[in-house]
């Protein structure tokens, strides 16, 4: 019987051991705006929006996948790191966006190197060049040899769906996408470490590096949220961006390293 509480003891620490942790930026991207009692609301981008400007779709793939969300409303430090093992930073503010925009600085930089270089997995995903500050972000983007540009990719005007339509069938990163929809959005121009995962007409959309121990995930827009994962695409489009959301969270859980 002793064994029996020895060895169950082992089996349940080793099963909490494999849950993962997935914080979500609210420091850098810290957009306010005023709801329906007049009062100062977050929103654009954040775990709990369920509208379509938010990623309350991209949090359940997560949790259905076995990790924890959680979100960080402060500067990433090593302390405040400590048990993420995917720390994503969408969109970060610009002039526009915020009166007092949180800036990545270089003190911002270094602590997320050395957590990518300790077996973080970092993700970015900007926008075009008019909604969010592209300069400090491509300042962390350096290290990892990626540099988002102010070109516009898969510009859509109108109803004209079909420029930001994407057949990814075969890719690495889609395991069961096989048509997904992403408009505009910034390419990537990458070097050293970084390496294409997604292309289109040579555009690199996506790229990767491993650095260290670690993984940087990076896409010019934030994409994944609710407006193009819950159905609101033109049905007769035939898109997979419900499916390329639990593929996208698969293939990012794959890169935590094995503890």
């Not at 019987?1 to 979500?24: C, E, H, W």
């Not at 938010?54 to 990790?67: C, E, I, P, Q, R």
């Not at 096989?178 to 970084?194: H, L, R």
């Amino acid at each position: 019987m002793k064994n029996f509480f020895i060895v169950s003891a082992f089996v349940a620490a080793g099963f909490a051991s494999r849950a993962q942790t997935v914080t979500l930026d609210y420091y850098f991207n810290h957009e306010t705006h005023k709801n329906a009692a007049g009062q100062d609301e977050r929103f654009h981008y954040i775990w709990e929006e369920k509208d379509l400007n938010g990623y309350s779709n991209w949090g359940d793939a997560f949790v259905k996948a076995g990790a924890k969300i959680k979100s960080l409303d402060a500067a990433p430090t090593a302390e405040n790191l400590k048990g993420t093992d995917i720390y994503i930073i969408v969109d970060p503010d610009s002039p526009a966006e915020s009166p007092k925009p949180n800036y990545i600085e270089a003190k911002d930089i270094e602590v997320i190197d050395k957590y990518v270089k300790d077996g973080g997995v970092l993700v970015m995903m900007t926008n075009d060049s008019q909604n969010n500050d592209l300069p400090h972000i491509n300042n962390l983007a350096a290290r990892f040899g990626m540099h988002f540009t102010n070109e516009l990719h898969n510009h859509v005007l109108g109803n004209n769906i079909q420029s930001g339509t994407m057949m990814v069938e075969g890719n690495p990163l889609f395991k069961t996408a096989k048509k997904i929809y992403m408009k505009d959005v910034c390419n990537i121009e990458i070097s050293g470490p970084a390496k294409p995962l997604l292309k289109n007409e040579n555009v690199v959309i996506i790229a990767t590096a491993k650095y260290g121990k670690g993984t940087v995930f990076a896409v010019g827009d934030p994409w994944l949220y609710n407006e193009y994962t819950n159905g609101h695409l033109p049905a007769d489009g035939h898109y997979d961006n419900d499916k390329a959301i639990t593929d996208v969270t698969q293939w990012l859980m794959s890169q935590i390293p094995k503890k």
